[in-house]
């Protein structure tokens, strides 16, 4: 009942530390696989090909768009980002959980493509905190937070469809039920149909003897 | 966010050790409370009103079903028995996660009354093992066993309306594992429709500030 990996797309708010979240989930637990992106751009100096990104050219990136074997990409300033689905098949199969941070596009397209995939949303305590959080960070102008803040206005319309809301309060006990609540999908009845089909087939065959 | 209580109902496959679950869940967690039955049926000797049971007449059962004061019902060898919808309010907004140890019929007319309800349904790890628990309890015949594994095939069919499986393989995991599922059912998306509400209209009153 709990071989195969449980994939996990987690999206948020901008502001909401879902990057914080992501790092210190596969710190502190060993069953987590981050996903790594494919990507046309070049490699920035120290990044490694497997490891940072997948680096290839577009035209196969093109390609493996038409061939049905990407989970999900976008294309920004130019250039495709995506999440191969190779990759993260065979870190499934191996039981691993993968974790997938993107946004809310990509993840109803992971979501299309593998209907089992955990999707859940970070969100800061309050609309507040998140302006809050926002302007603490000293890196962007008024314009870029209010940017961010009409972007919010747009996630916040479709957080509906995803089937767990984060609330990053206290980040420890935020991390402890992000692997509580992938944990125990495992036992969600819509990820089980096989283990049930095995009961009903169990059960029917000892009546019969 | 967390402020009301979460209504668990819990089924099984009778062997499940439904049961002694709910007895731990309740004995190790200061959370929940186990809701209270009302039956029409004579008190037994030691048996207290409001304790074990609430015990009232055949007709004040009969107006309570009319009146839509019941959360479920069924008649069982000329007796009602049922479960109470004020005393499963009342500990809700108190903040108390309420326990229904019910069979399937009943959990579905909870469901139908209270949507966030959360159904769980608990099976051992196969039908052999059900099958050897039963026959282990050294209580019952035969025929009473076979019995009750018809009843099984009957049950699997249904668990596919349930929300989670819960695998009662080790007692102590499974109830450590209840409790995070009941816990974190607190942040589905679907039992927080007044929080997010709540951040979109912040989010849109910081924006027309």
């Known amino acids: 009942m709990k071989e195969r990996g449980v994939l996990t797309v ?124 926002l302007r603490g960070r000293h890196t962007e102008t008024e314009e870029q937070i209010r940017g961010r803040m009409k972007r919010a206005i747009e996630e916040a319309d479709i957080v509906d469809k995803y089937e767990f809301i984060l609330l990053n309060d206290d980040l420890d006990t935020c991390v402890r039920e992000t692997h509580e609540i992938i944990q125990n999908a495992k036992y969600s009845v819509s990820r089980n149909a096989a283990f049930i089909d095995e009961i009903k087939r169990e059960l029917k065959d000892l009546k019969e003897e």
């Open 10 to 133: 987690i999206s948020g708010f901008s502001g909401a530390g879902k990057g914080t979240l992501v790092r210190k989930l596969i710190d502190e637990y060993d069953n987590y696989s981050l996903s790594i992106s494919m990507t046309t751009r070049a490699p920035r100096e120290g990044e490694q090909n497997g490891v940072h990104y997948f680096f290839i050219d577009k035209p196969t990136f093109e390609e493996n768009i038409r061939s049905g074997k990407m989970l999900e990409y976008a294309e920004y300033q130019g250039n495709y980002y995506g999440t191969p689905k190779e990759y993260v098949e065979q870190q499934l199969s191996a039981g691993n959980d993968v974790i997938l941070e993107i946004e809310y596009l990509g993840a109803f397209q992971v979501k299309k493509m593998l209907p089992e995939a955990l999707l859940l949303f970070v969100t800061p305590p309050s609309a507040d905190e998140l302006l809050r959080r």
